[in-house]
């Protein structure tokens, strides 16, 4: 091969290269990925909730057609405790009642580790909002005896008071012989603490006396 056509071949060789290097697509270091906006968005959603009161947060859950019943109902479940009920009828145009409702109807979503908010998320009811609210605590009592007792006795005076109070006036509705029988029944086969046997003491004096 002579020396002009060796010239050539490198030549050639030499552009083909930088057209390849040229024609190489390059990432943008300034252009975020996916995976940072996704974790951007979350991090905003995050902060938002977190600037939000309790009765906001509760509406807002309440409100997220993209949830489902089981997530919606322990979203809602897990920021009870503390909420006041007429503040959410001032920033909602008064959907207290249907919000309860709406627990009182997917009770049975309810999970065990949320009776203590359930119990603690009494403030601001009244009349109608009071009864259902009782309902709610007492299916779910009735449902699960053993988790609703344990959530009453390790809880401050005034919310076990309340919400032995709203349980007794909602169980009252039946034949208080006929339901003391049936905690009677279900006690006998426990190992309850002296705190969770206070309870059920209480509670049998509350369906003497509901009013």
Known sequence: MSKGSVFVSVACTILLLAVTIGCTPRADPAAPSEASNEVSKHSAVSTQRAQQSKEELVLSFYKDSSLSDEA?????????AGIHWGKMNEISEHLSMEIIEYLYNQRALVPSESFSNVIKGTAGLDGALTEEYDNLMGDLFTRDRTAMTRALAN????????????????????????????????????QLTTAEKDVIRALFAKLDNPY
């Open 155 to 190: 809880m401050d005076k005034a919310n076990r008071v309340q919400g032995i109070g709203g349980i007794g006036y909602a169980l009252s509705y039946r034949d208080p012989k006929e339901v003391k029988k049936e905690i009677q029944q279900w006690q006998a086969g426990q």
């Open 72 to 80: 919606k109902v322990r979203h809602i479940t897990d920021h009870l």
